[in-house]
């Protein structure tokens, strides 16, 4: 199954710790999550010309 940087942010967004979402995606490593905020940082510099 394939985990998607969206999966991970709705996860944080419904309240889901780091540490759940790894015990229950074993497929995920700590670090794979500054990726996701890089992602989201990205995406909104990119919509709303954030910086």
């Known amino acids: ?3 998607t940087v969206n ?3 709705g996860w944080l967004a419904h309240g889901m ?8 995606h074993p ?3 700590k670090e794979d999550f500054a990726s996701v905020y890089a992602f989201a940082a990205e995406m909104a ?3 709303y010309g954030l910086h």
């Open 45 to 47: 510099e990119a919509q």
């Open 27 to 29: 497929g995920l490593e």
């Open 1 to 3: 199954m394939r985990i």
């Open 7 to 9: 999966d991970v942010l």
């Open 17 to 24: 710790s780091e540490e759940e979402i790894l015990e229950e």
